[in-house]
């Protein structure tokens, strides 16, 4: 299937090029598009695509493929419009958009929005034992935590490219149209922490709302939300489940922390269910199920298949066998809506105003 890229910064680099290169059977990448030219002609060269672009509008105008993979920073939702409206499939790297509008007005057409850890084959497994045990009605808490350092840190073997070749006047015009979508999202008033948290939810936290609307469904409410410590910081966030029990977030951004970490615990009255995820930059690194069961017997379960890999291989059997994706559109927005009740949330109580969307 020929193929797109759309953004060549870090993840595509870091693990999209190494993965396209070893799935040639799947793949054929026919163009790139980058605001940095610098970084459309390495990411092009390294996968043999002869067309390099600085302008979507243009690489959809010339074609030439079948699908577009999204893979730039900030919104998506223009991107994936624009993209849908000239009749491609779509694999939207997440958040598919930071507004609802924006997902409001994307025109009928395939797109997948991509949350890999969906797709890791330990959590699959987990979903696999979740319902032997009764699905969502028999948990009785979901608890995350996530330790973050630096992107620097987590990326320092990757030897990127980087790009120094983009109009500052060009990427100053592009960081206000962002940030006018988010005072659409949460108001033109809305101060800079309550825009700071949204960022992490839709930018980070996210991740762990896609794992429970696979597990549990997404949260009935927010009922609590703190942050504290410089900023990224610390946050938490505490709700109930939409069936039974609660949830709670706990996200640290860590600097110098050794490694990157993240735990998603599920209880129930029998036991628990436990992953633990490396860096998603490492690529076949396993993430660890474990599962505690009676006379509290521990079984773990690794499997070091790359769960970003096999989101690519769902992707290609959307689009060419009609296999639905495990989140749409609709699961897009969902992820976007509960966002924006985390801010809202905060903001509440914290007295701060709060307008647009999430009001």
Same mark, same amino acid.
């Given at each position: 299937?020929?193929?797109?890229?759309?953004? &060549?910064?870090?993840?595509?680099? %870091?693990?999209?090029?190494?993965?396209?290169?070893?799935?040639?059977?799947?793949?054929?990448?026919?163009?790139? &598009? =980058? !605001? @940095?030219?610098?970084?459309?002609?390495?990411?092009?060269?390294?996968?043999? +695509?002869?067309?390099?672009?600085?302008?979507?509008?243009? !690489?959809?105008?010339?074609?030439?493929?079948?699908?577009?993979?999204?893979?730039?920073?900030?919104?998506?939702?223009? /991107?994936?419009?624009?993209?849908?409206?000239?009749?491609?499939?779509?694999? &939207?790297?997440?958040?598919?958009?930071?507004?609802?509008?924006?997902?409001?007005?994307?025109?009928?057409?395939?797109?997948?929005?991509?949350?890999?850890?969906?797709?890791?084959?330990?959590?699959?497994?987990?979903?696999?034992?979740? +319902?032997? $045990?009764?699905?969502?009605?028999?948990?009785?808490?979901?608890?995350?935590?996530?330790?973050?350092?630096?992107?620097? @840190?987590?990326?320092? *073997?990757?030897?990127?490219?980087?790009?120094?070749? #983009?109009?500052?006047?060009?990427?100053?015009?592009?960081?206000?149209?962002?940030? =006018?979508? #988010?005072?659409?999202? $949460?108001?033109?008033?809305?101060?800079?922490?309550?825009?700071?948290?949204?960022?992490?939810?839709?930018?980070?936290? &996210?991740?762990?709302?896609?794992?429970?609307?696979?597990?549990?469904?997404?949260?009935?409410?927010?009922?609590?939300?703190?942050?504290?410590?410089? +900023?990224?910081?610390?946050?938490?966030?505490?709700?109930?489940?939409?069936?039974?029990?609660?949830? @709670?977030?706990?996200?640290?951004?860590?600097? =110098?922390?050794?490694?990157?970490?993240?735990?998603?615990?599920?209880?129930?009255?029998?036991?628990?269910?436990?992953?633990? *995820?490396?860096?998603?930059?490492?690529?076949?690194?396993?993430?660890?199920?474990? #599962?505690? @069961?009676?006379?509290?017997?521990?079984?773990?379960?690794?499997?070091?298949?790359?769960?970003?890999?096999?989101?690519?291989? +769902?992707?290609?059997?959307?689009?060419?066998?009609?296999?639905?994706?495990?989140?749409?559109?609709?699961?897009?927005?969902?992820?976007? #809506? /509960?966002?924006?009740?985390? %801010?809202?949330?905060?903001?509440?109580?914290? =007295? !701060?105003? $709060?307008?647009?969307?999430?009001?």
């Amino acid at each position: 299937m020929r193929i797109a890229l759309v953004g &060549c910064g870090a993840v595509t680099q %870091a693990v999209y090029v190494p993965l396209l290169s070893r799935r040639r059977d799947l793949f054929e990448v026919s163009a790139v &598009c =980058d !605001l @940095s030219r610098t970084l459309a002609d390495a990411v092009g060269d390294r996968l043999g +695509a002869a067309r390099r672009y600085t302008a979507v509008a243009d !690489l959809l105008a010339d074609g030439g493929f079948e699908a577009v993979v999204v893979l730039a920073s900030g919104s998506h939702g223009e /991107t994936v419009r624009q993209a849908l409206a000239a009749g491609y499939a779509v694999l &939207c790297e997440k958040p598919l958009a930071l507004t609802r509008a924006e997902v409001a007005a994307l025109p009928e057409g395939r797109l997948m929005v991509g949350y890999m850890k969906q797709y890791d084959p330990a959590v699959r497994r987990a979903e696999e034992v979740l +319902a032997e $045990l009764g699905g969502p009605e028999a948990i009785r808490a979901v608890e995350v935590t996530v330790l973050h350092p630096s992107g620097e @840190s987590q990326l320092a *073997f990757a030897n990127l490219t980087q790009a120094g070749d #983009v109009d500052a006047g060009l990427l100053a015009s592009l960081r206000a149209a962002e940030r =006018d979508l #988010v005072s659409r999202a $949460l108001g033109e008033e809305a101060p800079e922490q309550v825009r700071h948290l949204y960022g992490v939810a839709l930018g980070s936290i &996210c991740h762990d709302l896609s794992l429970m609307r696979r597990f549990t469904g997404s949260p009935a409410e927010i009922s609590y939300v703190d942050m504290w410590g410089a +900023a990224p910081g610390s946050i938490e966030i505490s709700g109930p489940l939409p069936v039974q029990g609660r949830f @709670s977030i706990r996200w640290h951004y860590l600097e =110098d922390y050794p490694a990157y970490r993240e735990t998603v615990a599920i209880h129930h009255d029998r036991g628990s269910l436990e992953l633990v *995820f490396p860096s998603p930059y490492l690529m076949n690194a396993p993430t660890t199920l474990t #599962v505690v @069961s009676g006379g509290e017997s521990r079984t773990h379960w690794r499997d070091v298949t790359e769960a970003f890999e096999i989101q690519l291989a +769902a992707f290609h059997a959307y689009v060419n066998d009609g296999k639905p994706p495990l989140t749409d559109a609709a699961g897009g927005l969902e992820d976007i #809506v /509960t966002a924006q009740r985390i %801010a809202a949330r905060y903001a509440v109580l914290n =007295d !701060l105003p $709060l307008g647009g969307e999430s009001a």
